[in-house]
């Protein structure tokens, strides 16, 4: 699909991967960006609509697909992380909250917004995932889990989807500078970078973009140090 004359939804839009691709969808021509927050007043992007969106409730999702009725295209972008493994003591309450959030958040805003995207002649569903979806070393085990189960989600959506002519595109990348990453010390994509990449993807009809030469390398089978 493409951008230009496109109305778009994205969430966790007030920073990092969100914010970036909020300006590159402007700057690309898309007619309307919902710019999707818990708080609209952290929307500091000129040019968007701020729109209460905590994925994590029903209602406020419920509420977005309506308003927001007119969308093409949804990114699912907010996400959360949290440092530790699965024989930490609270590791079964961090599980439960991230896949909260990275993989039912999904879910839900997905359900939601398909009758809207077909209704619109089809659009596109874009998950951002990560290199985790397929590696885990324990550092941040709940997070990795939950984007193996979120890239599976999005190829089943891929099926689903394909008979209303929805494209759907998985995002996949390693460390990108942002907050979520700000307390590690490993090489980083910028968001900027990232974004364009994805959407470049998703204007050429790709199902999957691998936005950078680690997760290039990790999804060859090659081990990376």
Known sequence: MKIENAVVLVTGANRGIGLAFTRELLARG??????????????TQAGVEPLRLDVNKPDEVAAAAALAS??????????????????????????RR????????????????????????????????????????????????S??????????????????????????????????????DVPKTSPEDIVRRALDGLEAGQDEVLADEITQQVKRGLVVS
Do not use: C
């Open 147 to 184: 984007k193996s189960a979120a890239w599976s989600l999005t190829n089943a959506l891929r099926s689903e989807l394909a008979p209303q002519k929805t494209q759907v595109l998985g995002l996949h990348m390693a460390y990108v500078d942002t907050d979520m990453t700000s307390s590690f």
């Open 98 to 145: 991230i896949f909260e959030t990275n993989f039912f958040a999904v879910l839900r805003m997905s359900k939601a917004f398909a009758p809207a995207l077909a209704a619109n002649g089809g659009g596109g569903l874009l998950n951002v995932l990560s290199v985790a979806s397929w590696v885990n070393g324990g550092d941040l085990a709940a997070y990795s889990a």
């Open 70 to 95: 007119d969308v093409t295209l949804v990114i699912n972008n907010a996400g959360i992380a949290q440092a530790g493994g699965f024989l930490a003591p609270d590791s079964e309450e961090v599980a």
């Open 30 to 43: 898309a007619r309307k960006v919902y710019a999707g927050a818990r708080d609209p007043a952290t929307i």
